[in-house]
């Protein structure tokens, strides 16, 4: 597709359960990151990839959060047991390069914790 | 430290009226990019504009037009002659030169009344 795809938009789990979150990001883009937004507040970094390398993780709130980038295109980001308190929007950005770039946003996944 | 503040939390105006949103950033870097998102409902962020912190020239596009003034830090955001279209929210951005990780501001939600 044209933009950055992320599934599921909508994603309900219950109290420690695990989950993952998926993101296509646009072909060709080198850079991609995974950010978290909570309603009503702006996104925060959460982890950034370089192809496949796994740059700068300082973001993830705790180890439970892990993102990986196998093959330097799709990412996954994983929550393991997770938490009300990990309620919020993930969001997926892409950009060609490393700094200065234009990212470009998935819609994000929507993830309530019950 | 990076930070960017917004300080107008939500704005209502009547269709047609003229619009300011304001921004206001902190960084020790003396090279950064400034950007402005728009997220409307559907919670993608579209990108509206960037800009690199040695270039001072105001920009208009269409109905928009940015004011960066590195002396007060601030880069704000004008909508001209509103439509309800233009109703989302609004986010700043700062980014380090070499890096795309976005520092957000808590975001300035636009309501445009008919």
Known sequence: GAGVSQSPRYKVAKRGQDVALRCDPISGHVSLFWYQQALGQGPEFLTYFQNEAQLDKSGLPSDRFFAERPEGSVSTLKIQ????????VYLCASSLAEGGAEAFFGQGTRLTVV | AQKVTQAQTEISVVEKEDVTLDCVYETRDTTYYLFWYKQPPSGELVFLIRRNSF?????ISGRYSWNFQKSTSSFNFTI???QVVDSAVYFCALTPYNFNKFYFGSGTKLNVKP
């Open chain 1, 81 to 88: 047991r997770t938490q009300q308190e990990d309620s919020a």
């Open chain 2, 55 to 59: 270039d001072e020239q105001n920009e």
């Open chain 2, 80 to 82: 001209t002659a509103s």
